[in-house]
């Protein structure tokens, strides 16, 4: 089997668990307790702290370690617009947003904030001077993702903070979950707030955290002890942490992104003449993601098929694989009738090659070959 769901979550790294199991087992202490190994459980999690911040690329950051990106997503979100609404009451977001950040602001609506979705173009991209256009003195929150986690998508940051400097005194967010160890992190210039993902990083589910500038901490959302300053109540994972940090270093540091981009350069160059394929992904876009839509058939279909041919890919998120409804990015693509509900999503991880590469073009011609006559109407449905 070759494994190229990487989007979704990627295997662990052995120095990861390794980091995970020693730390589990030599600082199993509540950092919180006052005895010495408490203290030391404290040092060890203040330590990966100021690693990550480092790392970042700002040794003043803050760091709030979470339960991952949806957690930390909400928190920012949420969080922030909470702690602002004293300033003003509007919020904007892009049409594109991972549902962690998307069903967040929905809920915000539901409590009388304004937001406005950024729309975007066929390759989902985000436009700079609608941005310009919607932002407002009252602005208090924009949140932009990084990578579309569905098509792979670069949001243009670079461009997008000093307009929102410029027009307001807003918080930039940005979910940086499909991007980091791919793309330089757009904190701090970028960003005054990233999110991040232990799992898609080769580190552990249940891990991951919300890097933001020193004095830009949004207001807690969930309440209890008053660990990691209030922000995030609960016994601290320690271990998780360590092993966070662990897996957010080797993605800074050990990651060939020039790899990633030679695979999915083969799949765009031997699909880009295929009629039967549209390819979603920008040719610009992050190295390790592919996506495609396939004329008259489903995703699904087509999913099962790879599977039969040893190929682990997705629909477009695994998030809402599982739903037949086609997502909220894919529609927000404008799609012909007949490509809309046959999108899938490779994406490369550590282990893969250009041989993964040049495998998925002979499965696909053969999937085409062998849907081109005779479409099932079952397919379709
Ligand atoms: C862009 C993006 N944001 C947030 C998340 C949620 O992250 P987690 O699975 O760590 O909660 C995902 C997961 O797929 C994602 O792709």
Known sequence: MIYLDNSAT?????EVLRTFTEASRSYFANPA?????????????ESARSQIARL?????????????????NNLAVIGFAKKYRYRGNHLI?????????????????????????LSVDEHGRIDTDELARTLRSDTILVSIMHVNN???TVMPLEECAPV????SRAVIHSDCVQSVGKLALPFPDYADAVTVSGHKIRGLKGTGCLITKRFTLPAAISFGGGQEDGLRSGTVNVAGAAAFAKAFRLALTDTDTSAFRSMTRVLHDGLAEEKRVRILSPLDGAPHIFSMAFQGVTGEVAVNYFQEQGLLISTSSACSSKSSRVSHVVEALKLPDDF???AVRISFGQ??????????????????????????QHDME
């Not at 690329?57 to 930390?72: M, Q, R």
């Open 10 to 14: 990627t295997m662990p790294a052995d």
């Open 33 to 45: 307790s006052l005895h010495n190994e408490g203290s030391r459980a404290g040092q060890l999690l």
């Open 56 to 72: 970042a690329g700002d040794g003043d950051a803050e760091v709030v370690f979470t339960s991952g990106g949806t957690e930390a």
């Open 93 to 117: 977001t892009t049409a594109a947003e991972h549902d962690s950040v998307r069903k967040a602001f929905e809920y915000l609506e539901t409590q009388g904030f304004e937001v406005d979705w």
């Open 150 to 152: 569905e098509i792979g």
């Open 164 to 167: 929102i400097r410029r027009k």
């Open 340 to 342: 809309r509900k046959g």
């Open 351 to 376: 282990e893969n090659t250009v041989r993964d590469a040049e495998r998925i073009l002979e499965v696909t011609r053969q999937f085409l070959q062998m849907t081109k006559k005779g479409l099932k």
